[in-house]
């Protein structure tokens, strides 16, 4: 069965700078549809950034210029490089997948898989 396994989160003050990985098994990450989601306490779970195949990569407006989603075919793992982070970015981050591509990336609805997550604290 498909697996996503996160790590890298942690605790950083504002302006750090974290990474944060999604291994995959089964899932192939080169060719496929691939997210992070993030999730603050008493807040919904929201689209932060995607990786499409043949499509491109998608930001949410918080976090244009300062993440940048990457993934590694030979590891078959995605990344999350996050710069200059703030104490809104404090939340549990999420990988996700689905199985195809087409309606809103953003979406928690359309994906198939989800990792366990991995905590990131920013303090001011």
């Known amino acids: 069965q498909v697996q996503l396994v996160e790590s890298g989160g942690g605790s950083v003050q504002a302006g750090g700078s974290l990474r944060l990985s999604c291994a995959a098994s089964?899932?192939?990450?080169?060719?496929?549809?691939m997210a992070w989601f993030r999730q603050a306490p008493g807040k919904e779970r929201e689209g932060v950034a995607a990786?499409?195949?043949?499509?491109?990569?998608y930001y949410d407006d918080s976090v244009k210029g300062r993440f940048t989603i990457s993934r590694d075919s030979a590891k078959n793992t995605v990344y999350l490089q996050m710069n200059n982070l703030k104490p809104e970015d404090t939340a549990m981050y999420y990988c996700a997948a689905r199985l195809r591509t087409g309606g809103r990336w953003y979406d928690r609805k359309e994906y198939n898989y989800w990792g366990q997550g991995t905590q990131v604290s920013v303090s001011s």
């Open positions: 990786f499409e195949y043949l499509i491109g990569t």
């Open positions: 089964i899932y192939t990450v080169s060719t496929g549809y």
